[in-house]
């Protein structure tokens, strides 16, 4: 299973209360994140945190279109959307981070065997 660094046009995305994970549709789906599993409590494959609320895993477009974005926030307090776009850049730098971070191990390990 990979976490989608670059997600494409549908990928699933995990809010924990501590993290925040994106994944591939495809890993999604083979690790049952996807769709009500009543029988069954998912977990985020990263970290473990057990998914027991149906909206700790969604399915999103990372780029969605502006008539979309329109209707998500209309209607909404300012004070809401200003809570969502704080959400949204606190959930940007972590993956920010976390791309740096896997990007300098991974040239660490080339450079380290001599495949640079």
Known sequence: ???????GEGCVLILTDHESHVFCLDCANAQGLTGHR???????PACR???TNPDDA????LHPTEDYKTS??????PD????CAGRAL???????AQETFVY?????IDCFFGMS
């Open 72 to 77: 998500v926030l209309s209607g909404l307090s």
């Open 49 to 51: 945190t057990k998914l």
């Open 1 to 7: 299973m990979h976490a989608a660094l670059e997600p």
């Open 58 to 61: 969604v399915i999103t477009n």
């Open 80 to 83: 809401i959307v200003m809570e």
């Open 104 to 108: 300098r191990r991974c040239r660490h």
């Open 38 to 44: 009543p029988d069954d409590a998912r977990a985020c």
């Open 90 to 96: 606190g959930f940007w730098t972590y993956q920010t």
